[in-house]
């Protein structure tokens, strides 16, 4: 297979469906916080696997905020595209709603950015396609994928610089 060296955005889409079962929720009756993470994990490492076409691995997850409650035997769904690549890491959006199954309304339920790496044969870390957006919305999904990145890499450095002061 040739590798690719470009890819675009719509080509990463990953959309999966769950219905909300007793043993996933609380007692409150609404699904447990890391059921829901755990959803979204598994949908983002397909978009980033369509992407790069290699094992990926997930490297961190940013701030996620449950906005509102997904409860028992309403339908979650989750969307996933990979908004910004680099090197060997590429940011995967992931956006949460659950789904009312007798009305069909949806409410937006959580939003999470997470970063994957590529790995190769032998486990180390491998080079990903240039991911090339195509529409002003992807532009700006980049864009803003470009601000966390610079945000988590700062973070990283200052939580170094805090564990080894000179």
């Keep these: 297979m040739t590798k690719r060296t470009e890819v675009h955005p719509t080509e990463t889409h990953c959309e999966m469906t769950w219905i909300v079962m007793p043993s996933q929720a609380n007692s409150l009756g609404t699904v447990f916080g890391g059921q829901i993470m755990s959803w979204i994990d598994v949908c983002a490492a397909v978009a980033c696997q369509r992407f790069a076409r290699a094992t ?63 790995l190769g044969k032998k486990g180390r870390k491998a080079k990903v396609p240039t991911l090339v957006p195509e529409t002003p919305a992807e532009e700006r999904r980049m864009a803003d994928a470009q601000r966390r990145r610079a945000r988590r890499l700062q973070a990283r450095d200052e939580d170094r610089a805090a564990r080894n002061p000179s």
């Design 56 to 118: 990926v691995v997930t490297a961190s997850m940013d701030n996620l905020i449950f906005r509102a409650p997904v409860r028992q035997g309403q339908v979650v769904v989750l969307r996933a595209a990979v908004n910004c690549a680099w090197n060997s890491s590429m940011e995967v959006g992931v956006r949460v709603e659950s789904e009312d199954p007798h009305t069909g309304d949806r409410f937006h339920t959580s939003t999470a950015y997470l970063t994957f790496v590529a």
